[in-house]
């Protein structure tokens, strides 16, 4: 089985080109849809032990810990230090029910894929791009969104270029859903032609 990491900045289109591997029938794991579930179960306690301003109805409110961490971002590595273990966990049942599966290519969406080391748990490397205008516009058009926010999240991402130059791919969401999903395929048949 091939295990592909999915990784790419905020903006860049990263989840739409997820989307389009699953349309095309390869399993994903998505780490960000993790978190957020962790965040109504299993990380409730832990996280609210650390955070007690971020719990709110018995599940951690995501914008309050955001407030949190926009005013201390020297707490990242708290959170996170909770939070990758359980994330992990997940990651590795789904691996291990898609090997059960027979599957033999599965795709492991990782938003911080580089940042956090997860280059070493995948055998390649998608990164999404786009023009840096083109990221910024639809970063600012998000509901909250503001230039100061961006600034933090881009802060703590390893630049585009630096990402680019570290890829098994490259899928440009820039120019249009039809040519990334053009770019989706390609990537599909040369791993999976590696495999026939």
Not at 76 to 94: G, N, Q, S, Y
Request: net charge negative; proline share 5%.
């Amino acid at each position: 089985m091939i295990v592909l990491g999915l990784t790419g900045s905020i903006g860049t289109g990263k989840s739409t080109t997820a989307a389009m591997f699953h349309d095309l029938g390869v399993p994903v794991h998505d780490a960000d849809a993790t978190v957020h579930d962790l965040y109504r179960g299993e990380a409730v306690a832990p996280v609210a032990e650390r955070f007690p301003e971020a719990l709110g109805d018995g599940v951690i409110d995501r914008k309050a810990l955001s407030a949190v961490l926009a005013k201390s971002p020297e707490r990242f590595a708290e959170l996170e230090a909770i939070i990758h273990p359980l994330v992990r966990a997940r990651e590795k049942a789904f691996l291990d029910a898609e090997r059960q599966n027979g599957s033999l290519l599965v795709l492991l969406d990782i938003p911080l894929l580089y940042e956090t080391g997860g280059e070493s748990r995948v055998d390649k490397v998608v990164v999404v791009t786009c023009d840096p205008e083109v990221q910024r516009q639809r970063v600012l058009a998000r509901p909250g969104m503001t230039e100061e926010k961006l600034r933090l999240i881009l802060a703590r991402q390893m630049p585009d270029a630096e990402k680019r130059r570290r890829a098994d791919f490259v899928i440009d969401t820039g120019k249009g859903l039809e040519a990334a999903r053009k770019q989706v395929e390609e990537v599909i048949e040369t791993l999976k032609g590696r495999r026939d």
